[in-house]
């Protein structure tokens, strides 16, 4: 069993910055792949980052690509995400996740994670 429980969000201002957190326990999750994914209302789940084991590697979603850091601490067992300049359209509920599949390949589908922790609020007002 994984907990992952994610925490930073908040009201925030268009081109304002977060920093979103996501502590895990249960595992060592430096032994697995993390993403993080974000769902809008009336929306699906959408891919957002992933960062691989050693955190060498990285994946975003074109709407985030230089604006959105997603970045790793094993020791603290912690995934973050550094947002910044944000737009009202990255309003959503942030949720991270874990792949506990023994693969080099970051995924971008949610189907393909394993454990959720339980979503954090991020709006962004114009």
């Known amino acids: 069993q994984v907990q992952l429980v994610e925490s930073g969000g908040g009201l925030v201002q268009a081109g304002d910055s977060l920093r979103l957190s996501c502590a895990a326990s249960?595992?060592?999750?430096?032994?697995?792949?993390m993403g993080w994914f974000r769902q809008a209302p009336g929306k699906e789940r959408e891919f957002v980052a992933a960062?691989?084991?050693?955190?060498?590697?990285?994946a975003y979603v074109d709407a985030v690509k230089g604006r959105f850091t997603i970045s790793r601490d094993n020791a603290k067992n912690t995934v973050y995400l550094q947002m910044n300049s944000l737009k009202p359209e990255d309003s959503a509920v942030y949720y991270c996740?874990?792949?506990?599949?023994?693969?080099?390949?970051?995924?971008?589908?949610?189907?393909?994670?394993?454990?959720w922790g339980q979503g954090t609020q991020v709006t962004v007002s114009s």
């Open positions: 996740a874990t792949d506990l599949t023994p693969t080099r390949v970051l995924k971008t589908r949610a189907s393909l994670y394993d454990y």
């Open positions: 249960g595992r060592t999750l430096s032994s697995y792949a």
């Open positions: 960062i691989s084991r050693s955190g060498g590697t990285t």
